[in-house]
């Protein structure tokens, strides 16, 4: 199989490679002129790239037209994630990659654990992570992973952008299959479950005002790092994604 890339610098038949990867293709895997990768534009497209010029720090390709990718989801998923502590972010955001969210956005709640510090280094990570998540699994993009929003109000303005929002509460709500039941094709979902504390009574009540439905995950209470993989995964089951 040809080793995946992904870059923002191509069209018109052409594509190019800088930096990070540029280096690895060269000096890792001894990529020659002539020589085939697998591109992934921003379009979530993929292309086959023909290696035609190996410069300093750049390498250049002509490119087959695109075609869709299999791996991405025909829902556009986007996790709202309180903001955990000792690293589990990390474990959510490479396992959510794999599982075909479309964007990560932590926020801070009233039961965080943590708080803000050296978020803008911290961000470059996660967007790291998720890059080297993608490669990994196949994906024909790579999803963004937006820096934390400072509160729940914050939190309840962003959900107005989404078709359907599904509010995960500890105290339960309706099934998940009842809340995703009449949900139109394309439709763009956001998921949003809370920190080690969970959430107060007064969030959950925001959440709801701000057009959010509230679901359950079954009778067991899950982890902060388990509830939002396990929502993405049955909300991937529940609409045909995981077949």
Do not use: W
């Amino acid at each position: 199989m040809p080793h995946r890339y992904f870059t923002a610098d191509i069209g018109g038949g052409r594509a190019a490679l800088t930096g990070s990867d540029a280096h690895h293709l060269v000096h890792v895997m001894r990529a020659a002129v002539g020589d085939t990768v697998l591109l992934c534009g921003p379009d979530s497209l993929e292309y086959t790239g023909r290696v035609e010029q190996i410069g300093d720090g750049r390498v250049e390709f002509t490119v087959s037209e695109g075609c869709p990718s299999t791996a991405e989801p025909d829902v556009e998923v986007t996790l709202f994630a309180a903001y955990p502590k000792q690293g589990k972010l990390e474990e959510v955001i490479r396992h959510g990659v794999e599982l075909g969210v479309g964007r990560v956005v932590p926020f801070f709640s009233r039961y965080c654990v943590v708080a803000p510090k050296k978020e803008d280094a911290k961000n470059q990570r996660y967007n790291r992570i998720a890059a080297e998540a993608a490669k990994q699994c196949g994906r024909g993009r790579v999803p963004d992973v937006a820096m934390p929003l400072p509160d729940f109000g914050a939190l309840c303005a962003a959900l107005k952008e989404h078709d359907r929002v599904l509010f995960f509460y500890e105290c339960g709500g309706v099934s998940l299959r009842e809340a995703l039941g009449d949900l139109p094709a394309g439709a763009s979902i956001a998921l949003v479950t809370g920190s080690e504390g969970g959430f107060a009574p007064e969030e959950a009540a925001l959440a709801a005002e701000a057009g959010a439905v509230t679901v359950g995950l079954g009778p067991r209470i899950l982890r902060c790092e388990t509830a939002p993989l396990a929502a993405l995964a049955a909300v991937m089951a529940l609409t045909g994604n995981l077949e």
